[in-house]
């Protein structure tokens, strides 16, 4: 290029694509995950009985840092899966996919993501939340990076990504109250396995769309040991039983008289396993 203004707008453009392929590894879109977090925050006025319309904005502004620390975690998932991507017929479209990233810069965003993430509990002096949001931090560790890298071993990926339920459970909470061991342990037990069934349906799904076990194998090699079919869709009813049957002791302990939130549940997971 020897025209120099042609040669400006050219590197101009280059910069706004790249910065826009990096605010996509946010996968902002995949915040609405964090209404999980919304339960907490009720469990926590019902038990301790207080509630001010100032904690109204201290929930939006903890989602906020919650959902900092999820795109963080996000960007070291993408970044670490870009090879086994490529093997995905839909994931092969992804920017890390495609182009290759200096591993400074992937660690620059994902620092500045983790410190905007805890300025804000310790801004406000909420340890409790800043230790628990260090827990969800900690899980995206060891789901992605070896030598755990949790999401290559059977059982292990579903169970370990998963636990991110109860950990939103208790931010939730945290947002208002730092008294975490009031939770029963039989919601918290739930919350997990809830996750575990959505997140093991999610897997089943992949395993129906991919087809080709050898595909399967180079995309998620932790998905190719299973035994199919049969075993993901037994696990699934399992750990759909075992959160209902969870929820129910729950229910009888606690409020008895919203017995009938479990038929509710029943037909909610039934819908998505049908899904």
Same mark, same amino acid.
């Given at each position: 290029m020897k025209n120099p203004l042609k040669k400006n707008r #050219?590197?101009? =453009?280059k910069i706004i694509n790249l910065n826009f392929n990096m605010i996509k590894l946010l996968r902002i879109d995949h915040w609405f995950k964090q209404i999980f977090v919304l339960p907490g925050f009720l469990l926590a006025i019902i038990i301790t009985n207080k509630f001010e319309l100032i904690q109204l904005f201290y929930l939006l502004i903890y989602i906020f840092s919650v959902n900092l620390m999820a795109s963080a975690n996000y960007v070291l998932n993408?970044? /670490?899966? *870009?090879?086994?991507? +490529? !093997? !995905?017929p839909l994931k092969k479209i992804r920017f890390l996919s495609n182009k290759k990233i200096s591993v400074k810069k992937i660690t620059i965003l994902y620092l500045f993501l983790s410190i905007l993430a805890f300025s804000i509990p310790l801004f406000f002096e909420n340890l409790i939340f800043a230790l628990v949001l260090l827990i969800f931090q900690l899980s995206g560790i060891f789901y992605n990076i070896k030598p755990f890298r949790l999401k290559d071993l059977k059982y292990l990926d579903v169970i370990s990504e998963s636990i991110n339920n109860p950990i939103r459970l208790l931010l939730g909470f945290t947002v208002i109250s730092n008294e975490v061991l009031l939770i029963p342990t039989s919601l918290i037990?739930?919350?997990? %396995? *809830?996750? *575990? %069934?959505?997140?093991? =349906?999610? +897997?089943l799904a992949e395993y129906r769309f991919l087809k080709k076990?050898? /595909?399967?194998?180079?995309?998620?090699? =932790? /998905?190719?040991? #299973?035994?199919?079919p049969g075993e993901l869709e037994s696990l699934s009813i399992m750990y759909s039983m075992l959160a209902i049957s969870l929820f129910s002791i729950f229910i009888i302990k606690n409020k008895i008289e919203f017995i009938l939130m479990v038929i509710s549940l029943v037909f909610l %997971?039934? #819908? #998505? %396993?049908?899904l």
């Open positions: #050219y590197l101009q =453009s993408e970044y /670490l899966d *870009a090879d086994k991507d +490529r !093997h !995905h037990l739930t919350y997990w %396995f *809830a996750g *575990a %069934f959505l997140m093991n =349906s999610k +897997r076990k050898s /595909l399967i194998k180079k995309y998620r090699p =932790s /998905l190719s040991e #299973y035994n199919q %997971f039934s #819908y #998505y %396993f049908n």
